[in-house]
């Protein structure tokens, strides 16, 4: 298998990395995608990985309390899983960093764009933890921020379900999954792929995004190879 692009953006939800129990972490699951990440990484990519928090807490969970300090918390459940998944690709002889977009010096380098590009550019893998720093803004948003600034060729957004659907295919069975759209599709028809503004940052930057299910965590290096096996958005 050879891949399609040399430098991805990878991005898991927190929900990805809690398996079949729904929260926290469970190590198996987190073992299992650091080893397709390494065959990625042994293919010679260059991988920046996004994490989310939602396993541990969602900004919008704490619907009472202050907006930027109910963020702020979701963005140090970020850092969690960027650490659990340094920790496994380590294990299994992927060289990785922790790169933290609120500095936390004593577990992970502070974000720093020269630098990320350049351990990308030495072999290393960079897991970017707290989303872009700020509140209001997701981890959607982020993914697509940091793509941008590395120079990634594409975005490979693991998700629950095996793409992009018209409407929830867990609560509508003649749900229509689409193979190709536009990113103005998207925002027009409000499809739930991303946030808007992150779907707006990948269209203004010409960041094309690869749609997937990670029931099948092998789906990484499918899509990776140009496997058409999720939903395109460019």
């Known amino acids: 298998m050879k891949p399609k ?27 299992t995608i650091a080893k397709q990440i ?21 900004g919008r969970d704490g619907a009472a309390m202050d907006r930027s300090r109910a963020d702020h918390m979701g963005m140090l459940a970020t850092v969690i899983n960027c650490l659990a998944m340094l920790d496994a690709l380590e294990r299994i002889g992927v060289e990785a960093r922790v790169q933290t977009a609120i500095e936390m010096r004593q577990i992970a380098e ?11 550019s030495r072999g290393k893998v960079v897991i970017f933890g707290c989303g872009t720093g700020n509140p209001f803004f997701s981890t959607d948003t982020a993914a697509a921020l940091r793509a941008a600034e590395i120079g990634a060729e594409v975005i490979l957004l693991a998700k629950k379900i ?5 409407s929830d295919p867990n609560k509508n069975p003649n749900a229509k999954k689409f193979d190709k759209l536009t990113f103005m599709d998207v925002l027009n028809k409000g499809l739930g792929v991303m946030d ?9 930057n010409n960041i094309p995004l690869l749609v997937f299910g990670l029931d099948d965590p092998e789906n990484i290096v499918k899509v990776l190879c140009g496997e058409n096996i999720g939903t395109v958005v460019s």
């Open 5 to 31: 692009y040399k430098r991805i953006m990878l991005k898991l939800s927190g929900e990805a990395l809690a398996g079949a129990e729904g929260f926290g972490l469970d190590h198996d699951t987190v073992e």
């Open 38 to 58: 390494k065959r990625c990484y042994d293919m010679g990519c260059e991988i920046g990985i996004v994490i989310g928090g939602g396993n541990f807490w969602r």
């Open 162 to 166: 095996d793409g992009v659907y018209d």
């Open 196 to 204: 808007t503004t992150a779907a707006t940052l990948c269209m203004d």
């Open 110 to 120: 502070p974000y720093i764009r020269l630098r990320a590009g350049a351990h990308l």
